[in-house]
T-cell receptor, first 113, second 117 residues
Framework: KQEVTQIPAALSVPEGENLVLNCSFT??????LQWFRQDPGKGLTSLLL?????REQTSGRLNASLDKSSGRSTLYIAASQPGDSATYLC????????????FGKGTKLSVIP | EAEVAQSPRYKITEKSQAVAFWCDPI?????LYWYRQILGQGPELLVQ????????DSQLPKDRFSAERLKGVDSTLKIQPAELGDSAMYLC???????????????FGPGTRLTVL
């Protein structure tokens, strides 16, 4: 059974700092990995999806990398802003047939002005 | 931009009552998912539909939960009777994946926050 772990559980940084969020998964036979953002009391917004054949994806100030062999993914946020404050969740797509997303518990990010 | 719609946004109910949640996926999306998210945890899949058919409901507590997607478009998730431990955010998501289920991007709705007293 796939298990996804995110470290740290919470992170507080000053505005302007670059930061890295970590995600690890136990079963390397994934189809892709997706990063989401969740604001308090809201649904999830998809940020980046990395196919299993890819090493990284970029969108604006966000860059996500994937290393299947080591079971790790990172989300890099450049020049953090207070509006980046949210919980960031990673999820691994695995399981033949139903292609289920298994989520981590998330990293709660606070960017201090 | 098309969005996944859910209603109600908030629901407060008493233990042993029945509750129902509704989801309207993005138009044309064949696959629909219901997730439950307990505070401080990641979402966990309850049921997955491909058009009107259930693909996976192995994590759905079938003694009290039921889900349907009769015409392969919108969907309803029901809990009867509700228990205190059912308090959570219920999220609906959809993806384009058609006849062949694939690992496609999932788009989430705003969720329904359920509180059971």
């Amino acid at each position: 059974k796939q298990e996804v772990t995110q470290i740290p559980a919470a992170l507080s940084v000053p505005e302007g700092e670059n930061l890295v969020l970590n995600c690890s998964f136990t079963d390397s036979a994934i189809y892709n990995l997706q990063w989401f953002r969740q604001d308090p009391g809201k649904g999830l917004t998809s940020l980046l999806l990395i196919q299993s054949s890819q090493r990284e994806q970029t969108s604006g100030r966000l860059n996500a990398s994937l290393d299947k062999s080591s079971g790790r993914s990172t989300l890099y946020i450049a020049a953090s802003q207070p509006g980046d404050s949210a919980t960031y969740l990673c999820a691994a797509y695995s399981g033949a047939g139903s292609y289920q997303l298994t989520f981590g518990k998330g990293t709660k990010l606070s960017v201090i002005p | 931009e098309a969005e996944v719609a859910q209603s109600p946004r908030y629901k407060i109910t008493e233990k042993s009552q029945a509750v129902a949640f509704w989801c309207d996926p993005i138009s044309g999306h064949a696959t629909l998912y219901w997730y439950r998210q307990i505070l401080g945890q990641g979402p966990e899949l309850l049921v997955q539909f491909q058009d009107e058919s259930v693909v996976d409901d192995s994590q759905l507590p079938k003694d009290r939960f039921s889900a349907e997607r009769l015409k392969g478009v919108d969907s309803t998730l029901k809990i009867q009777p509700a228990e205190l431990g059912d308090s959570a955010m219920y999220l609906c998501a959809s993806s384009r994946a058609g006849k062949v289920v694939t690992a496609d991007t999932q788009y989430f709705g705003p969720g329904t926050r359920l509180t059971v007293l």
